[in-house]
């Protein structure tokens, strides 16, 4: 079925300043409709991860997905150096090593976020994920076709204070607020190369595809990019949209995006 147009405010990745492009320090990712096709990385994702690494960029992934997924995929995944799991809650490095990056949670927190997703599956008929048992600090959901914005800030009204209903392309989560994949992002990226986060705006970009990506959209306005199939969420993400658009969907764009960064810091002087 064709997407619908993309909106007049997402301006084509093309249109992306090459030097902009040459400066930056970091490539960061989500992973689901963004690298992936289908659910799956397509060799080609592989190959432009370890050529990015070669080039002098930190390749790092931003995900909804568990912890249990995160802690595999740094260890397997050639030229990733990071990856933040669970919106932003927990990251791995290559050897699998974990910092929890959230604010700390007392021994009710488990109970409390139980009862909170209890209520929101309860309310939306929703299936858990086959991957929540590997998750340490959210509950997560299969998100149903008929899932909209509607239901999203619905959902949102059904949760206590000190909790908050997040929604991908795949998945609906329930998790604490006031931490998200934007602070994970930075949190992960401190010891590996701080001198990134003296100017986050120029020397990181990230790519992504739905409405949990929502707070790295908004932290980094001008070097923010979305796949092309992001035009399914623009209603969800509200005024929070990326810079830009490519013209491919998922993995297709991020390959897009990824050859483009490297062609720019070949001819940079």
């Known amino acids: 079925m064709p997407l619908d147009k ?33 659910g799956k990385l ?16 930190v390749v790092a992934l931003v995900t909804g997905r568990c912890a249990g997924w995160a802690q595999a995929l ?31 949670h007392d021994a009710s927190f488990g109970r409390a976020l139980a009862d909170n997703a209890e209520r929101v599956a309860r309310a939306f008929a929703l299936a858990r ?31 206590d204070a000190g909790f908050e209903v997040m929604a991908s392309s795949i998945h609906i989560h329930v998790r604490p607020s006031g931490w998200d994949k934007a602070d994970g992002l930075l949190a992960a990226l401190a010891p590996i190369l ?10 990181i970009l990230f790519v992504g595809d739905s409405s949990n990506d929502r707070p790295l959209f908004a932290r980094f306005p001008h070097t923010s990019v979305g796949v092309h199939n992001i035009v399914r969420f623009l209603a969800e993400l509200e005024a929070d949209r990326p ?22 810091r070949r001819l940079a002087p």
């Open 6 to 38: 993309p909106s007049p405010t997402l301006q084509p990745f093309a249109a992306m300043p090459g030097p902009t492009l040459a400066g930056l320090r970091v490539l960061a990712a989500d992973i689901d409709d963004t690298i992936t096709t289908g």
């Open 74 to 104: 740094a260890g397997y995944l050639p030229g990733v150096r990071v990856v933040v799991g669970e919106n932003g809650l927990v990251s791995f490095d290559g050897t699998g090593r974990q910092r929890d990056l959230g604010p700390p």
């Open 194 to 203: 701080p001198d990134a986060l003296d100017h986050p705006d120029t020397r």
């Open 243 to 264: 810079a830009y658009i490519t013209e491919g969907e998922a993995a297709a764009g991020f390959a897009e995006v990824a050859e483009r960064v490297l062609a720019a």
């Open 129 to 159: 994920t086959e991957d929540d048992v590997f998750r340490l600090f959210e509950r997560t959901f299969v998100r149903p076709a008929g899932f909209d914005a509607e239901a999203l800030r619905g959902s949102q009204q059904l949760v």
């Open 42 to 57: 397509p060799a080609r994702t592989l190959e432009l991860f370890e050529k990015l690494d070669a080039a002098g960029l």
